[in-house]
Structure formats: C-alpha cells, structure tokens
C-alpha cells in the first residue's frame, strides 16, 4: 500500500513537485487548498505524512505554518530544497498585452512583484494554489487572464507559458519540511540537524543567554523565527534550526535548556539537506 503524502495545492503545484522528488518512489498524494487543512488531516492520521512549505529566499517565512506545526504537534521528519521556476501562462493564443488579471498563490505573486510593475495593466489576484489557478483558466478556457506557476502545470493543464522565469531573484528557491506525526527515528542514516522551539521567561538577557548555550554546546543556528504567543501580548515563541556534528552536542544543550526556558519542545531531528 503507497504512502499517503499531504501537499497544499493540487498537482503540478510546488508542493506536488517536492513530493514527488523527496521519495523517489511511488506516492498517495493527497491534495489540501490550505495549509491548515493539510495540518489538521496529518494529526487526525488521514494521511502519513505531508510537505509543507516553511520560507522561501525572496518572500521570507512563512509565519503561520510555524503556529500550525506547534498547534497539530506535528514532527519535522526531513527538509527540502527546491529551486522555484515561475511562469506566466494562459490560454493559448495571447500576449502579455492581451492579460488584464493573474491568478496565483500570494508567495507566489510576491516572488514575480518586480516583473509584474513593468506591467501596470495586469490585476494581481491572490489565489489558493499556483497549479490550481492555471487548471481553473485551462478548463473553463477564460481569455485576458493568467495564472503564475510551474512550468509542469503549464504542460499538464494545457497552458501557454508567456514569459519564462519571472520570479525577481533567479535564484529564487524554498525550504520544504517534510512533516509526520512522531519523531524520525535514525534507520542507519546520521541525523545532524534539529528544530526547536522554546519559550523565554521575561528576563533581562533571557535570549542572550540561550543563544550562548546553542554556541558553547558546538551547535550551529541556521535559523531562528519569533512568532507572537497569541494569549499573553508582547511575549513570544522563537523557533530555532541547528546543525550539529555530535548528537551528545544537542542532547547537552536541550539539558541546559530545559532549565532556562518556560518551555522547550523538540519540533524534530533530521537530516541536514542544505548542501
């Protein structure tokens, strides 16, 4: 029996194209119009495990797919990094000239802002999924409008591409994290690398001091997010990605830790596939 994968969006999206390069091997994937659906059918068990996007090098984090990770108690089980190829495309025949409005993700409309002030014309609509916009334009044939997505969702749903690689940074790519519902376990493979997330008492040098902790234990912080704590204003989660050689490194730090936090939960412990 496949695996059931969760992606947001439908096929030929991003999330359908990191799927389908992460495990190399027959899939279920199961598609979700929404990261929160996507979460919420992976703590119920609908589906084994789920890609989730997390940040992408133009538009930054995606902050509320944090809050949803700790929300559902979801483990980060693997990471992944894909270069991101955005197009625009249409129904077959017109020009850029022709396109009075774009459909596309919001991430993906923000990535191509640069592209899209040299055409003033063009409306910019925010839409749940970059491959569900351009299956939506295809199938109901609509002129004068575009969709910005892969160049796979082009061809699987019949599109032309009107300009190629319009993303502002041509090396635009996102961080994937692959997502389950209890902690990777080794399987012979090292795991180097560890996504935290903790809260500070309201003390003066309170994230001073856990930073030192993470450089004293030899960990290296690839990343580090604060998210609002919604019930008590102005107090906030950070969320922390390292990188270790040993894993008595982390398990000493996560000791100190422990003392110096209100809380710490381990958000998981993976595989480093940042090369």
């Known amino acids: 029996m496949n695996k059931k994968v969760g992606i947001q969006g439908i096929k030929g999206s991003f999330h359908h194209l990191v799927a389908m390069d992460y495990y190399h091997k027959d899939v279920e994937v199961m598609e979700h119009m929404s990261f929160h659906e996507l979460a919420q059918k992976l703590a119920a068990k609908e589906t084994n495990e789920a890609v989730m996007a997390i940040e992408n090098s133009i538009a930054g984090s995606i902050l509320p797919n944090y809050a949803l990770m700790d929300e559902y108690n979801l483990s980060v089980i693997g990471e992944h990094y894909t270069p991101v190829n955005m197009n625009l495309m249409a129904v077959e025949g017109q020009r850029i000239e022709d396109i009075k409005k774009v459909f596309s993700h919001p991430m993906a409309l923000l990535q191509c802002k640069e592209f899209f002030k040299k055409h003033p014309h063009i409306k910019l609509i925010e839409d749940a999924d970059t491959a569900e916009a351009a299956k939506r ?139």
């Open 137 to 275: 334009i295809s199938e109901e044939g609509k002129l004068k409008v575009a969709a910005v997505a892969s160049p796979a969702a082009a061809e699987m749903y019949g599109l032309e591409i009107l300009a190629k690689e319009i993303h502002t940074i041509k090396s635009n790519a996102t961080r994937f994290l692959v997502l389950g519902t209890e902690r990777q376990k080794p399987n012979g493979e090292k795991l180097d690398k560890a996504s935290l997330k903790f809260d500070l008492k309201s003390e003066r040098g309170s994230l001073v001091s856990v930073l030192n902790i993470i450089r004293d234990c030899y960990l290296d912080m690839t990343k580090i997010q604060s998210l609002p704590i919604i019930d008590e204003p102005w107090k906030y989660s950070f969320f922390v990605d390292v990188i270790f050689e040993r894993f008595e490194d982390l398990e000493k730090a996560i000791d100190v830790l422990k003392l110096m936090t209100e809380e710490l939960k381990i958000l998981g412990i993976y595989k480093n596939n940042l090369v």
